[in-house]
């Protein structure tokens, strides 16, 4: 029997081809970041040569989306201007299109000028960490352009009255900002914001009721990869975390989450298999 609501299948085509079906299988979003650390040994073309190099190896590995960011949100990150994202993220989305044109590609910035560039330069979803609440503009380039947009939790202070509550709470306002503006229903996708304003506990107890999140029927994007309450838990080096990021996803999955954003494409598209075994099955 087939534990998944029907009402979560979703079909988007993106153009040019690119297409994405929700509700039959988890979908892995992998990470690709245009930020100086990332794929970094003095060139600028080769650094765009290792990008979509590394891009091949994680579609190869089973990732379905690719979300290209040019600004770290690592905690004590510094922000960067418009321009600097810009010269960042363009250049990678245009490579990646060009490399891989039937693959969905999601733009990471809460910046509308930023993502309205990227969508231009060949982007075919929004990922905002801000869930439309870091930019006056940016929910009206959403509903322009007619793409899936992800909306993150996200507070600049953890001052919660009630913690899951106020979560959705602040979901459901990033939701009322997106269909004011125009964008469909079938568009806005939810992300926890694991991490984001959160404390250790906070983030286990988020992850433990993610069933209150997916219940309101929208799709739900779940990214846990190396994030530091699994370092925290294991007390491990980043670069050791899959485990403990692979059971985050299992669970995340089992509580209703549709898509999944990883470092580490080939462990977390076979967890994701298994885990999909069990829950689609029928």
């Known amino acids: 029997m087939n534990h998944r609501p029907t009402y979560w299948k979703r079909s988007y085509d993106l153009g040019g081809g690119v297409k994405l079906e929700l509700g039959h299988r988890t979908l892995i979003m992998g990470i690709l970041n245009a930020t100086p650390d990332s794929f970094s040994d003095g060139g600028r073309y080769n650094d765009i040569d290792r990008a979509v190099a590394h891009a ?5 590995a089973g990732a379905d989306i690719l979300d290209i960011g040019g600004e770290s949100t690592r905690p004590g990150f510094e922000a960067v201007s418009a321009e ?28 509308a000028v930023t993502v309205r560039q990227s969508l231009e330069a060949g982007a075919h979803i929004i990922n905002d960490i801000w869930g439309l ?17 992800i909306l993150n939790h996200n507070r600049h202070a953890r001052d919660y009255t009630d913690f899951v509550p106020d979560v959705l709470a602040d979901l459901k306002s990033s939701v009322d900002i997106a269909k004011r503006a125009g964008v469909q229903n079938d568009n806005v996708w939810l992300d926890p914001g694991i991490g984001f304003a959160k404390t250790y506990e906070d983030n286990l107890e988020l992850m433990d009721r993610l069933d209150e999140l997916t219940a309101l029927g929208y799709p739900v ?5 190396r994030k530091r309450f699994i370092k925290q838990t294991l007390d491990l080096p980043v670069e050791e975390l899959i485990e403990g990021t692979a059971a985050t996803v299992a669970l995340g999955i089992a509580r209703g989450c549709q898509i999944v954003r990883v470092h580490d494409v080939q462990a977390i598209k076979r967890t994701a298999l298994m885990t999909d075994a069990i829950l689609y099955r029928g």
């Open 56 to 60: 091949k190896g994680m579609v190869a």
């Open 84 to 111: 600097e994202e810009l010269s960042r993220v363009l250049p990678v989305i245009s490579a990646v299109r060009e490399a891989l044109p039937q693959v969905a590609i999601s733009v990471d910035s809460y910046k």
């Open 133 to 149: 609440r870091g930019d006056p503009d940016m929910a009206a380039v959403a509903a322009q352009y007619g793409v899936p947009v």
């Open 221 to 225: 994007l779940l990214g846990t990869s």
